[in-house]
């Protein structure tokens, strides 16, 4: 297609988010890295302790503005096609990606001093977040085809806001229960839903298309399921019920095997489609982490794990899926193959390790100084990945195509 032509069509939504994303996971991770070596090597580097406290922080950060980044830029490119409805304009997700992007430098600003910071910062994300809410709720009412995993990815991003209002609660009356509640909230309400939900309805549907003889499977009770477990956790979470997690975790333990035996494509299949399922493969081992963490503590010994469980979830989990998905999506909407490059894999391996070692970790002799290792490792297993997405969402399609 002539040059001139390209520029007719809006990139799809994924391009900007994506970017942005790109930029926020590197940012994100770079401040964590030097706060958790300053705090462990303080004649390395000197950083102050912000206020709200940099732990807290770093799960706002990487639960509100980093990983939503990319999720927003998903959503948006895919709503409309899940429900046969027109797609995105520009003026419907610039102001997501500005909100994400510029939001959470605030935030880091904030973080490194800037006075007033986090409270731009949290404006800007929330500005972004109801400006994504706004379109995505217009196409779900619009919907008469009752797409279930639109409205479950609806119901997760208005928690979403919900847990963003609680941090701003939090920056107004100075409570730490309600970073607690917005935290939690982002974890069991916001990102886990949302990757559940696509898993659900992506999974089976991308192995179906190469496996010969695969059998899809995506039954609705399924994500009810996890839905009703994630919220049960949720509320154990948020009134402190540590001891009674298991209720829940357990049970996800057992969906979330039951999920990936029935998912998981027996027989040869390509890269960019096993890192999918072994990515899940830490579901299971986050639930267990979190139900055992739970028995011992309901046996009177304490939170044993530590952070162990939330990680596993986190770097094993979300992590995995982040590069496998990214990169799937990358890949084909930039007109490549479909496929895994060199330093998608490098990511992607490197990122189990990562995890691995973060797990490790918590219940290590010196844990800062393996926190601040994890934390380094992260940014040393995406920076190439995140460098060479740049490259392509600020290039042409390489198949000359628009978009």
């Not at 069991?188 to 549907?205: I, K, S």
């Not at 209720?247 to 333990?253: E, G, K, N, S, Y």
Request: aromatic letters at 14%; proline letters at 7%.
């Amino acid at each position: 297609m002539p040059a001139s032509r390209r520029g007719c069509s809006p990139p799809p939504p994924h391009r900007i988010m994506f970017f942005v994303g790109a930029g926020n996971v590197l940012l994100a991770m770079a401040w964590w890295t030097a706060w958790l070596a300053a705090a462990r090597w303080p004649g390395l580097l000197s950083m102050s302790q912000p206020d709200p406290y940099a732990g807290w922080l770093h799960a706002i950060v990487m639960q509100y503005q980093m990983l939503p980044s990319f999720i927003f830029g998903f959503l948006l490119t895919t709503f409309p096609k899940w429900m046969g409805l027109p797609e995105a304009a520009r003026w419907h997700y610039v102001p997501v990606g500005l909100g994400m992007f510029g939001g959470q430098i605030a935030t880091l600003l904030g973080a490194l001093g800037a006075p007033a910071g986090i409270e731009i910062g949290l404006a800007m994300t929330l500005a972004g977040w109801t400006a994504g809410l706004c379109f995505l709720g217009d196409l779900v009412l619009r919907d008469r085809n009752r797409t279930w995993h639109a409205r479950s990815c609806f119901a997760a991003l208005l928690m979403g806001w919900i847990g963003l209002a609680a941090f701003g609660a939090a920056l107004l009356v100075g409570s730490p229960s309600w970073i607690f509640a917005s935290i939690k909230i982002g974890t069991f309400g916001l990102l886990l839903p949302v990757y559940l939900t696509v898993a659900h309805r992506m999974f089976p549907f991308f192995a179906g298309n190469v496996v010969p003889g695969y059998v899809s499977w995506r039954p609705l009770w399924l994500l009810g399921a996890f839905w009703a477990l994630c919220l049960l956790h949720l509320a154990l979470e948020l009134v402190h019920a540590y001891a009674w997690l298991w209720l829940a975790d357990l049970p996800l333990l057992g969906l979330s095997l039951l999920a990936l035996w029935r998912w998981w494509p027996r027989g040869p299949k390509p890269g960019i489609l096993a890192v999918l399922f072994l990515g899940l493969a830490w579901l299971p081992v986050t639930f267990g982490l979190y139900a055992v963490q739970s028995l011992v503590y309901f046996a009177g010994e304490g939170f044993v794990l530590g952070r162990a469980p939330a990680h596993a979830l986190f770097v094993g989990f979300f992590g995995s899926l982040l590069v496998a998905m990214v990169t799937r999506v990358t890949q084909g909407h930039s007109g490549r193959r479909i496929e895994m490059p060199g330093v998608a894999w490098f990511a992607f391996i490197a990122i189990q390790v990562v995890a691995i070692v973060r797990i490790l970790a918590d219940v290590a002799s010196d844990p800062g100084a393996w926190w601040a290792v994890a934390a380094l490792g992260w940014l040393v297993a995406l920076g190439p990945w995140v460098a060479r997405l740049g490259r392509i969402y600020l290039s042409p399609r390489a198949d000359g195509r628009p978009g």
